[in-house]
């Protein structure tokens, strides 16, 4: 069925009339009220910028980054996490990465990257990867922990007080691996040898850092000034879990680190 819609052209759609109705409105009311009425405006403005800035940037920062030194097990845990499978890894030398969909109701989709464990490759991978990271898996070998801890504190401490690592604050998750091993050290005592090296750190790396005229260049404080570090003094949320890659059953125990990952 044919329908016709009909104009009248000289109809006047002017919004004058009203706009000056909408003056005289306004220009007669209160001042005070006025004053509120920009504020209340201002307020809109600043907060759908606010939002849309940090919403808006968290949204595109969907990478869980797994790093640690060599041989920590990320390759390992990569596959787990991914197939739950058991495969013979080598040392990489590149990034591997893979969708991982999260164990949550909503089956979170996340870029999950296995970043290379050797000194030179990291550097340069971190650089580009870093700012687009939802949370960042540190992986660390429990059972090499004791010989290992000044390396894996060097490591963390660059990561803590990097300035995009801060900025962004994804969540950090320090995996205990290899747990295992009957050597392997336990979360717990992982985290208090950590934060006792890291305050050890913080001092000869600031000590480091001051000039010769005895000035201190910027550089992101890690915790309290005058205190010793602890990881709940960070406004990064920093949790640590056991796990096992490989168990003697060669079955995987990483239980822990889903959930985690699932509350992302
Ligand atoms: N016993 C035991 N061995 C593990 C575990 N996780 C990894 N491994 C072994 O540790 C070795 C190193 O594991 P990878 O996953 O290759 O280590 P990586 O951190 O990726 O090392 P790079 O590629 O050098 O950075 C392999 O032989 C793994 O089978 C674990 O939980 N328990």
Not at 5 to 10: E, H, Q, V
Not at 102 to 120: C, F, M, Q, R, Y
Request: proline residues 2%; neutral net charge; contains cysteine.
């Amino acid at each position: 069925m044919e329908r016709k819609i009909n104009l009248d052209l000289n109809e006047d759609f002017s919004s004058e009339p009203f706009l000056d109705a909408f003056v005289k409105e306004i220009t007669e009311q209160d001042p005070s009220f006025l004053i509120g009425v920009f504020i209340a405006i201002a307020v809109v403005i600043i907060t759908i910028v606010f939002l849309r800035f940090f919403l808006g940037t968290k949204k595109s920062r969907n990478a869980v980054l797994l790093v640690g030194l060599c041989d920590s097990g990320k390759s390992l845990l990569f596959s787990r996490l991914l197939t739950g499978k058991f495969v013979k890894t080598v040392t990489s030398v590149t990034e591997n990465k893979a969708s991982y969909r999260a164990k949550n109701e909503k089956a979170t989709i996340w870029t999950l990257v296995d970043v290379p464990g050797h000194d030179s490759l990291r550097t340069q991978l971190l650089e580009k990867l870093k700012d687009s990271a939802r949370a960042i898996v540190f992986v660390v070998d429990s059972a090499m922990f004791q010989k290992e801890v000044k390396d894996v504190a060097e490591f963390l401490y660059s990561l803590l007080t990097d300035s995009v690592v801060t900025k962004n604050a994804p969540t950090m998750l320090i995996a205990c691996n290899k747990q295992d091993i009957t050597m392997a050290k336990s979360a717990k005592l992982i985290q208090q040898q950590l934060e006792k090296e890291l305050t050890t750190l913080r001092v000869t790396r600031s000590a480091a850092l001051t000039s010769q005229d005895g000035s201190v260049r910027s550089t992101t404080h890690l915790g309290k000034k005058g205190k010793d570090f602890e990881f709940s003094q960070r406004s990064m949320q920093v949790e640590f879990v056991e796990c096992s890659a490989r168990s003697s059953t060669e079955d995987a125990e990483i239980e822990a680190l889903e959930k985690c990952l699932a509350k992302l």
